[in-house]
């Protein structure tokens, strides 16, 4: 079994900054995409950064210039930098992660979510 554990969150007015962490731990044999989303109260979750096993980056148009995806692949762990937060930045952050387990088994697992709130 594979667990996600995400932290970082918390609250910070307009304009601020804040880093998520993520790490993967358990029985991982291998870890290939990793990425966030994030889900608003009431609206659905949706994309937020992802980076592949080797350094490439995608990010929703809503972050872009503004939020930074990196990873460490012997920590097994995935930043997002979030800079000139905006209260539209305000949702339940959730780290996912494309890997293998030890038994060589494929998931896709997801953290527990981080709740970041952008006071204006």
């Known amino acids: 079994q594979v667990q996600l554990v995400e932290s970082g969150g918390g609250l910070v007015q307009a304009g601020g900054s804040l880093r998520l962490s993520c790490a993967a731990s358990?029985?991982?044999?291998?870890?290939?995409?990793m990425g966030w989303y994030r889900q608003a109260p009431g609206k659905q979750r949706e994309f937020v950064a992802r980076?592949?096993?080797?350094?490439?980056?995608d990010c929703a148009t809503s972050v872009k210039g503004r939020f930074t995806i990196s990873r460490d692949n012997a920590k097994n762990t995935v930043y997002l930098q979030m800079n000139s937060l905006k209260p539209e930045d305000t949702a339940v952050y959730y780290c996912?992660?494309?890997?293998?387990?030890?038994?060589?088994?494929?998931?896709?697992?997801w953290g527990q979510g981080t709740q970041v709130t952008v006071s204006s």
């Open positions: 996912n992660a494309a890997g293998v387990d030890s038994s060589r088994n494929m998931n896709n697992y």
């Open positions: 358990g029985s991982v044999f291998s870890i290939n995409a």
């Open positions: 980076i592949t096993r080797g350094g490439r980056t």
